[in-house]
């Protein structure tokens, strides 16, 4: 086990500055030790700084130890000052530390403030929320010298968390630390005056206010007090209830005298009775001919039935002439579907056909290459013989022969090296060419399906927007449009609009034909889901509430137009042709502020909408354009201007569409084939990728071996090279290099063979190349032939569409009609069945004023001029007796306040029965607690004097609140128990050592502070007492221990839990304090 720690506090001496120190007599091993061993985690005191407190200008900081801390200094030295400081700073009163009545006698003498700094530890799972204060709690007090003081409750790192005293309450509540408990802290002044105490009222005191059943006894008869009140308050309420009730019977008595008048009340009400009746009488005669107009409209009925039913005969034979020729355009379209597979198949072959004469080109292009390389070569051997043969000189036969031969046997490994070099590159070339397409081909791959993916996603989206519209056909133009457009409407009714906006503009335009939806969607673009606003200001309102529904980018255009009630007058500016309308008359358009819109941004009566592409470019290319035409739109939504023709993006209308069905089964059509083409897309990438990684790794392969052969070729052309010079006039082989000149040549036929080769079939697959495009034009031809066979029909669809929607409105005007006449019909009964309600009310109000019918002869004005004449006699008696109402208003208060405190004194009552029973069973318990608390102090004060082989015990008296406590010092005669009066001094302060560790044993406080508790033992008791406490103190690790005295605790023994904080003796003009070591080393901390 590690040493004792001891901290003294030595004078500045000759110290330039004041320094703070900590001293370890022992070893670091003990620090060690000590942190490894288990303390307490929250509650206890980590450090302790005073500063221009009570006589001192600088105490601490003193870090004390999580178990056992000793405080010794001689008297004067201030450890007082630390207890006072502790009690002060945690927020007791200035009477609790019995130093001073207030706390600004705290302040030394000569300063205007003093300061407090406690720091607390917060550790553990129980720590007092240790994410905002970490893992201590630092409270910092600043007591002024008016005697006032502030809070500033720090965390760990310093950071301020709190100024308030109610999150110190709540601190020390939490660390259950209870600075005015004198077994948690017991002053000096407590000690002396609870040792030479004799009064053993005293000592029971001292019992009842540590266990804090002094406060619970309090608390209990401040609730007896108020108790007393409330029966006090219930005997006056009594009293007040019985005034209360005289003046109920007067008003009671009062009430019964104004019978007087009741002649004429009963007459008038008679009168009610037939002014209730004679009104039922006159609304039935307003009834009957309301019910013969019904009548008479309900027999028109069937005329408009046989009508209607006309009507949906023609109908049904248009819609069947129609169906006709739909199967007929379908039958006609799905040829020409079925041809398209064969285009796509020759379409394929064309672009393979044309790949491989590419393959073919790049060949015939690397043999020309290699041609010419081979060309130079020969003509550099031709000019290397002659120069041999000129300069060949006469050189000794052996050694000629031998260089010859080595000579020639490094060309063949040269010329070896050559071609595999050359079939290497060649191979090269291939692959990286390879490479290269297929990673064009991956590129082309992956732009087209994100391209599909896109335009998959898109349609999806349109798909759930027409499955919206199904139910409401504003969400066609977003699913947010309906709300958006009844928080416009709320916005209106508020006010915050002049003139309410109009759109989506696409919400009140109706194309006339159905063909040319895309070529009018294609027109208006954008414009189909843009607001129109009268003024600025509804513009910017409007812009506001946009942003609510709308994504920031995605907001549609808003059009500040005046609001006119007519169409503009665009008959002279307008285009007229005898054939084709203009979007203008293409259009029912419900909304005059819409049509004048489209007039003013888009123009509207200047573009003419011609369903044939041909016809397009004659009206407007191949001729003169009509008078005031700018434009025109075709019925797939191509644009055509007098010299230019765009061809459109759209494929189908998005929001014009009537047939909602049909546009969803075609989405829904067209999103399989795009997650087809997408599943296809994918698998043609994933082997590309696989292609691209094998061309990849026989090209790495290829270059690896390459540059070995060039570092081969470069080793033979040295050797070669070193032979040839060896002598100035060494000949060379002539002979070796004509046949390698003659082999050159060979090469050369060889590859001028596989150029004409390569040419053949070049042409070859030209020849077929261009055979497989005339076939895929032929097809291209067919397809077209067959697009042109359906427009004919179109045109005849067309037509029967036009009979199937006229039958269709003369269906709706007599349905039209039918409701109008059905909606007067109904607005008469609804008007008959109000009238009849109110009949109904009335009769039920006559009949609450009197139950059975009275035949009145008398019209309801003179029954009401008799009514009123009646009345007035009636106040002018009211007059002369009193207010009758203000009578029976006087009676019925009296008698409600009568029954009010009734009921208050009854509910008085029974909440006393209720107190009554709870404080029973409250003293009960109090009583039960206060006799086990009583009982283990006693079991732990008997077997503390044992450890001294002493007895003795403690004799409770609650009944007259005394507390006795008798001791025997030895165990010899055990029959003569002395009272502690008559002990000597150190008996005597033994055994309320023995007591006040009792005391311990039945509280609960993570701290224990003792202030000089051996100030009158002798050593012996003072060696037992001392060994009881350090008893304790280990048993209890996770409890703090602050002992303060004036002896210096040099036979302590050795132990990382014991902590000895030495003062430094008192010093006139002292300012700061220093830490220093026994030896007079300084060790930093």
């Not at 005289?246 to 104004?258: G, P, S």
């Not at 692959?431 to 996603?457: G, M, N, P, S, T």
């Not at 416009?488 to 109706?510: C, D, N």
């Amino acid at each position: 086990m590690g040493k004792r720690k001891e901290e003294s506090i030595s004078k500045p001496g000759s110290h330039k500055r004041q320094k703070q120190e900590y001293t370890d007599e022992h070893s670091d091993e003990s620090i060690e030790e000590e942190n490894s061993q288990s303390s307490a985690d929250i509650g206890i005191i980590e450090s302790i700084q005073l500063k221009n407190f009570m006589c001192h200008s600088m105490l601490g900081p003193f870090q004390f130890g999580s178990n056992l801390n000793f405080v010794i200094g001689n008297n004067g030295s201030g450890k007082s000052s630390v207890l006072t400081a502790l009690i002060v700073g945690l927020g007791g009163k200035a009477t609790a530390t019995n130093r001073g009545s207030s706390l600004k006698m705290f302040v030394r003498d000569g300063e205007t403030s003093a300061d407090i700094s406690i720091t607390l530890r917060n550790q553990g799972k129980d720590a007092f929320k240790p994410e905002v204060y970490g893992g201590s709690i630092i409270v910092n007090q600043h007591i002024n010298l008016d005697g006032n003081r502030s809070y500033r409750l720090k965390s760990k790192s310093g950071t301020l968390i709190s100024s308030k005293k109610e999150e110190l309450v709540g601190i020390l509540d939490h660390f259950n630390i209870q600075v005015d408990n004198p077994v948690s802290v017991l002053t000096q002044e407590m000690s002396k005056h609870f040792l030479q105490s004799k009064n053993e009222g005293d000592k029971y005191k001292f019992f009842m206010k540590a266990t804090q059943l002094e406060q619970m006894k309090e608390d209990y008869s401040s609730i007896m007090k108020t108790k007393e009140n409330t029966c006090i308050q219930i005997e006056q309420g009594v009293e007040r209830l019985q005034e209360l009730k005289l003046l109920y019977c007067e008003k009671k008595e009062r009430y019964k005298r104004i019978g007087f008048v009741n002649d004429m009340r009963n007459h008038l009400e008679d009168l009610k009775h037939k002014m209730a009746w004679a009104v039922v009488g006159e609304m039935e005669k307003e009834i009957q001919p309301i019910k013969e107009g019904i009548r008479a409209e309900e027999g028109n009925t069937e005329k408009f039935i046989q009508k209607l039913e006309e009507c949906q005969v023609k109908v049904n034979e248009a819609e069947e002439k129609y169906k006709a020729i739909q199967d007929k355009l379908i039958t006609i379209s799905e040829e020409a579907q079925a041809l398209h597979p064969q285009c796509i198949s020759l379409k394929a072959d064309v672009q393979a056909k044309r790949k491989a004469v590419n393959e073919a080109e790049v060949l015939y292009n690397r043999c020309k290459t290699e041609l010419k390389r081979l060309g130079k070569d020969d003509e550099q051997l031709r000019k290397r013989i002659e120069e041999l043969k000129s300069s060949a000189n006469q050189v000794s036969e052996p050694e000629k022969l031998e260089r010859q031969r080595k000579i020639a046997h490094l060309r063949e490994q040269l010329k070896a090296f050559h071609d595999e070099e050359i079939m290497i590159g060649q191979q090269v070339d291939q692959f990286q060419q390879a490479i290269y397409k297929c990673k064009e081909e991956h590129a082309r791959l992956r732009r087209e399906d994100y391209d599909v993916k896109q335009a998959l996603d898109a349609k999806q989206k349109q798909l759930r927007e027409l499955k919206d519209s199904k139910t409401n056909t504003l969400k066609r133009f977003g699913p947010h449009i309906p709300a958006f457009l009844e928080a416009v409407e709320t916005a209106y009714r508020q006010g915050r609009f002049k003139h309410k906006p109009v759109g989506p503009l696409g919400a009140f335009i109706h194309p006339k034909d159905t063909e040319l939806t895309l070529a009018i969607e294609s027109c208006l673009k954008s414009l189909v889901q843009a607001f129109c606003c009268d003024n600025h200001s509804d513009e910017r309102t409007l812009q506001l509430l946009m942003s609510k529904y709308y994504p920031h980018g995605y907001r549609p255009q808003i059009i500040v137009n005046k609001f006119r009630s007519e169409v503009y007058d665009v008959r002279h500016r307008g285009v007229h042709h005898p054939e084709f309308p203009s979007v203008l008359t293409a259009l029912e358009i419900d909304h005059a502020v819409v049509a004048n819109c489209l007039i003013d941004v888009r123009g509207i009566e200047t573009i003419l909408l011609i369903k044939s592409s041909r016809k397009a470019r004659e009206v407007m290319q191949f001729n003169r354009p009509p008078k005031n035409c700018r434009e025109a739109f075709t019925a797939e939504g191509d644009q055509v201007f007098e010299r230019r023709y765009y061809s459109s993006d759209y494929l189908r209308p998005k929001f014009l569409s009537k047939d909602v069905e049909a546009e969803i089964s075609h989405l829904e059509k067209e999103i399989e084939n795009k997650k087809a083409q997408m599943t296809a897309s994918q698998q043609r990438l994933y082997s590309i990728e696989n292609e691209i990684r094998q061309n990849e790794d026989h090209l790495h392969g290829h270059r690896r071996h390459q540059k070995e052969l060039q570092i081969k070729i470069r080793t033979t052309n040295a050797e070669i090279a070193d032979l040839e010079n060896m002598e100035e006039h060494q000949s060379v082989d002539i002979r070796t290099l004509e046949d390698e000149a003659e082999e050159n040549k060979g090469k050369m036929e060889s590859v001028k063979k596989d150029m004409q080769q390569q040419s053949r079939k070049m042409e070859e697959l030209k020849n077929s190349l261009q055979v497989a495009e005339k076939k895929f034009e032929e097809m291209k031809q067919k397809i077209h032939e067959v697009e042109e066979i359906a427009g004919p029909i179109k045109d005849e669809l067309n037509q029967a569409d036009s009979e199937v929607e006229n039958s269709k409105r003369r269906l709706q005007h007599y349905e039209d009609k039918q409701k109008e006449h059905l909606a007067c019909i109904k607005r008469h009964k609804e008007l008959l069945t109000a009238k009849e309600k109110e009949l109904e009310e009335k009769i039920a109000q006559a009949r609450q004023i009197y139950a059975e019918r009275i035949e009145v002869s008398r019209t309801v004005k003179s029954l009401d001029a008799e009514m009123n004449r009646l009345r007035e006699r009636i106040n002018s008696e009211n007059d002369r007796h009193g207010n009758r109402e203000e009578i029976v208003q006087q009676f019925h208060d009296a008698k409600e306040r009568y029954e009010d405190a009734n009921s208050k004194v009854k509910n008085l009552k029974k909440f006393i029965r209720l107190l009554e029973e709870i404080m029973t069973q409250r003293f009960k318990i109090y009583r039960q607690f206060l006799r086990l608390l009583s009982l283990r102090c006693k079991l732990y004060f008997d077997h503390l004097l044992r450890i001294r082989a002493c007895s003795g015990k403690i004799l409770f008296d609650h009944k007259n609140e005394t507390l006795s406590i008798t001791v025997q010092p030895r165990e010899e005669d055990k029959a003569a128990l002395n009272d502690v009066r008559s002990l000597s001094g150190g008996e005597r302060s033994f055994s309320t050592v023995c007591f006040i560790l009792s005391l311990w044993s039945i509280t609960e406080s993570p701290f224990r502070c003792l202030d000089e508790f051996d100030v009158y033992m002798d050593m012996v008791n003072r060696r037992i007492a001392m060994d009881m406490i350090l008893k304790v103190a280990d048993s209890q690790h996770h409890r703090q221990f602050i002992l303060l005295t004036p002896q210096s605790m040099s036979s302590l023994p050795t132990s990382s839990r014991i902590r000895i904080l030495r003062m430094q003796d008192p010093e006139r003009g002292q300012r700061t304090l220093n830490f220093q070591n026994r030896n007079g080393k300084e060790d930093d901390q």
